[in-house]
C-alpha cells in the first residue's frame, strides 16, 4: 500500500495516543533525580531535556487542534516525515531553553508537569472520537494536515522517545500500545515508499506493513529478488536514525535478500 493511500481511523489513532503516552507518564513517574541527568543518543539531551519534549509535544496538541485552517493542499504524511527534519534546530533550541528556564525542576515537578500535559489533552482526544476524517488542523510549520494524519504524526513523537527514554534508563522493554506501533511503522514504511518510489525492494515490518520501494524492476508475482524484513522496533529505529544498518544486518535484526536491498543509503526516512 502506497504512502498516498494509507487513511487511519481518528478514533484508533486517538486511543493509541492516549494509550502510549499513558506508558511514557508511568515510566516519568519512576524517575529519580540521577535519571534526570543521565545522557541520551539525542547529543546533548538529558532525561530531562527529553521529558521536557515530550510534555511540551503534548501540550502543543491543543493551540494546534483550535487554531484556524489555513488553505491550500494538505500536507502528506510522506512529506511530513521529510519536513520534520528542518525544525530540529527550533525544537533544540526550545527543548533546551524551556529545560533550563525551570519548566520543570526536581522529578517530582516534571512528573507534575508532565500530567498536566496529558491531562489537558485527553479530554480533547476523547472528543475527537467522532471527529471527521477530512477536518484539517494547521501544522506548527503553517502546514494543513489532515486531522488523523497530525495524530499519526504525535504518534511519531510518542513511540521514538518513548523508545529514547528507554535506551538512556537501560530499560529491557518498553509497554508500548500495539496500535501507536501499528500505526507508526507504517507511517514509516509509506515514507520510505514516498521517498524512495519504486517496485525493486519489498519491505517487510510483520504483523504491521508491506510496502515496495526503491526504483527498478518491479515485483508482480512469485518471491520478491529483493526483500527486506524486520521487527516493528528496529524499523522505528532504523527509519529515525536511532540504528545503523550494517549493525542490524550483521545482529540479524533485519534480513536484507537480493542485490538491491541494503537500504543505507535512504535511511533515515525521519530525522
Known amino acids: 500500500m502506497s504512502a498516498k493511500s494509507r487513511t487511519y481511523q481518528p478514533q484508533k489513532v486517538s486511543a493509541a495516543l492516549v494509550a502510549q503516552s499513558e506508558a511514557v507518564r508511568d515510566v516519568v513517574h519512576r524517575l529519580t533525580e540521577s535519571d534526570l541527568e543521565r545522557p541520551t543518543r539525542l547529543g546533548s539531551w538529558r532525561v530531562r531535556e527529553l521529558v521536557t519534549h515530550v ?3 503534548l501540550s502543543q496538541l491543543l493551540p494546534v487542534l483550535d487554531a484556524p485552517e489555513v488553505d491550500g493542499p494538505t500536507l502528506p504524511l510522506a512529506e511530513y516525515a521529510a519536513l520534520a527534519g528542518t525544525m530540529a534546530e527550533f525544537v533544540d533550541t ?13 522529578a517530582a515537578e516534571l512528573a507534575a508537569t508532565f500530567d498536566q500535559s496529558l491531562d489537558a489533552v485527553r479530554g480533547v482526544l476523547d472528543k475527537l472520537a467522532d471527529a471527521e476524517p477530512d477536518r484539517r488542523v494547521t501544522f506548527l ?4 494536515m489532515l486531522l488523523t494524519d497530525y495524530l499519526v504524526s504525535r504518534l511519531v513523537e510518542t513511540v521514538v522517545h518513548a523508545d529514547d527514554l528507554a535506551d538512556a534508563l537501560g530499560l529491557d522493554a518498553f509497554p508500548h500500545d500495539p496500535q501507536a506501533l ?6 514509516l514504511a509509506d515514507a520510505l515508499a514516498g521517498q524512495v ?3 525493486a525492494v519489498e519491505l517487510r515490518v510483520p ?12 515485483h508482480t508475482r512469485g518471491t520478491p529478488p529483493n526483500v527486506v524484513e524486520t521487527d516493528p522496533l528496529t524499523w522505528i529505529r532504523l527509519a529515525t536514525g536511532r540504528a545503523d544498518w550494517a549493525a542490524a544486518v550483521e545482529a540479524a535484526e533485519v ?6 536491498s541494503d537500504l543505507r543509503e ?3 526516512v525521519l530525522r
Open 266 to 268: 535512504y535511511l533515515p
Open 141 to 144: 510549520t503553517g502546514h494543513p
Open 182 to 187: 501499528a500505526a507508526v511503522s507504517r507511517m
Open 55 to 57: 510534555s511540551l509535544a
Open 197 to 199: 518510489p519504486g517496485g
Open 255 to 260: 534480513s536484507a535478500s537480493g542485490e538491491r
Open 207 to 218: 504483523p504491521y506493513a508491506v510496502v515496495q520501494a526503491v526504483p527498478g524492476p518491479k
Open 94 to 106: 526550545v527543548t533546551t531553553e524551556k529545560a533550563a528556564s525551570g519548566f520543570a525542576g526536581p
